[in-house]
């Protein structure tokens, strides 16, 4: 007949565990599935929307430990309005220098969490321009689970933000065009096994 635990030791094994499944998982953004959407206000009228994608980054959750980290890529001559005249217009010097500064790069390492272990916001560093600013991404939905085809855990949702363009020199245009942009990030990022970061 198995001898039961003292408390303490009883104690000690309950921690241990929590802390083997308190693990960091690696995720790769899916680049058919990432995109930055944004709009901002034209005129006092209509709005002007259109997105930058595919994205390129990856992202490390502990859920258990309620921790993140999440660097993302963002090619700035990638943008589409639907307009090609105007994708040309944007790309430029007093806008967003796509030559001088070709990506964009947010950086994030606070993470808030539901209670169901789900991504609730992220906050962390928007540069663009050479200019970094604060960026809070809340999450509008998010959910893990296991790809049908890639039998991999995959994680993701929609998160929305806002910044002042103005912030990163982008003023051409106001006050006629809005200095709020407001953005959507789809994200779906695919977990890494440990082949995955073999040469």
Do not use: K
Not at 68 to 76: M, S
Not at 86 to 94: H, P
Not at 110 to 115: G, Q, S, Y
């Amino acid at each position: 007949m198995a001898r039961a635990l003292p408390p303490s030791a009883a104690l000690l094994a309950a921690l241990a565990a929590a802390g083997a499944a308190a693990q960091p998982v690696d995720y790769a953004l899916d680049p058919t599935h990432s995109f930055v959407h944004f709009e901002v206000l034209h005129f006092d009228t209509a709005t002007i929307r259109g997105r930058f994608g595919p994205l390129e980054g990856q992202v490390t959750l502990d859920r258990a430990a309620r921790r993140g980290r999440v660097q993302v890529v963002v090619d700035t001559a990638a943008v589409s309005t639907g307009l090609p005249v105007l994708d040309a217009r944007l790309r430029r010097d007093d806008l967003l220098a796509s030559t001088a500064h070709p990506q964009a790069f947010f950086v994030a390492e606070r993470f808030e969490f539901a209670p169901d272990g789900g991504v609730a916001a992220v906050t962390g560093e928007f540069t663009l321009r050479g200019t970094g600013r604060a960026l809070r991404l809340q999450a509008q939905r998010f959910r893990c689970y296991t790809h049908p085809l890639l039998r991999r855990e995959v994680c993701g949702g929609d998160f929305d933000g806002e910044l002042l363009r103005s912030d990163f020199g982008l003023s051409f245009g106001l006050p006629f065009v809005a200095d709020v942009v407001r953005l959507r990030v789809q994200v779906e990022a695919v977990r890494r096994d440990a082949a995955d970061a073999r040469p």
